[in-house]
């Protein structure tokens, strides 16, 4: 049974940042691709970025472009999603999830999700 459990979710300043991590346990880790969604106050479930199972390709919806950068470290079973220039309207519970091509996550194709972090950005 594969789990993915989230962390690094917090309270920042406007301009400021946080890198959350998301460790898969359970299952082969480096077959999989991952990615990072998000779902704000009132919103519905949206798409971050998402990685390739060997971090060769990346996709990201176009409001964190330039900003967020997700990565892979698949000796430790660990995909992060550094975010950067953090803005208020960035608020959200952040998701991992997993799926078969980083496209599809893209795509909102998706196997597995985590239980979520609280990432709050304030003025």
């Known amino acids: 049974q594969v789990q993915l459990v989230e962390s690094g979710g917090g309270l920042v300043q406007a301009g400021g940042s946080l890198e959350l991590s998301c460790v898969a346990s359970g299952g082969v880790f480096d077959i999989a691709a991952m990615g990072w969604f998000r779902q704000g106050p009132g919103k519905e479930r949206e798409f971050v970025a998402s990685i390739s199972w060997n971090g060769g390709h990346t996709y990201y919806a176009d409001s964190v472009k330039g900003r967020f950068t997700i990565s892979r470290d698949n000796a430790k079973n660990t995909v992060y999603l550094q975010m950067n220039s953090l803005k208020p309207e960035d608020t959200a519970v952040y998701y991992c999830?997993?799926?078969?091509?980083?496209?599809?996550?893209?795509?909102?194709?998706?196997?597995?999700w985590g239980q979520g972090t609280q990432v709050t950005v304030s003025l």
């Open positions: 999830a997993d799926g078969p091509t980083a496209w599809g996550l893209q795509q909102n194709s998706v196997d597995r």
